[in-house]
């Protein structure tokens, strides 16, 4: 499996930005992690294979949407309301047989993306 995450950039506090994961494969439950510099990396949010379930952490709920379009294989993450505390480095992980309860670790997934840089300035 491949998995190609895009679309971070620089953008001021209150910001949107959108990311996008393209998977090289269908079905897989889809999760967003970050890691800022010198800390642990932590997890975003997730989606199930077709949509109907998803998690956030605590930190990005209500201002993180993410979604998917299954005809295009690729998740997206919407951010809004962006803050300085959310600059880092957003990978993208797959995996199958996952329910979104249990796809909060990065323990818990085996197929990596790249990573992209959000900054976000204040």
């Known amino acids: 499996v491949q998995l190609q995450a895009s679309g971070g950039g620089w953008v001021q506090a209150g910001g949107s930005l959108k990311l996008s994961c393209a998977a090289s494969?269908?079905?897989?439950?889809i999760g967003w992690f970050r890691q800022a510099p010198g800390k642990d990396r932590e997890f975003v949010a997730n989606?199930?294979?077709?949509?109907?379930?998803?998690r956030y952490g605590d930190s990005v709920k209500g201002r993180f949407t993410i979604s998917r379009n299954n005809a295009e294989n690729t998740v997206y993450l919407q951010m809004n309301s962006l803050k300085p505390e959310d600059t880092a480095v957003y990978y993208c992980?797959?995996?199958?047989?996952?329910?979104?309860?249990?796809?909060?670790?990065?323990?818990?997934?085996?197929?990596w993306g790249q990573g992209t840089l959000v900054t976000v300035s204040s």
């Open positions: 992980a797959g995996r199958r047989g996952l329910i979104v309860s249990q796809a909060t670790t990065e323990s818990m997934f085996n197929q």
């Open positions: 989606i199930n294979y077709s949509g109907s379930a998803t």
């Open positions: 494969e269908r079905n897989l439950l």
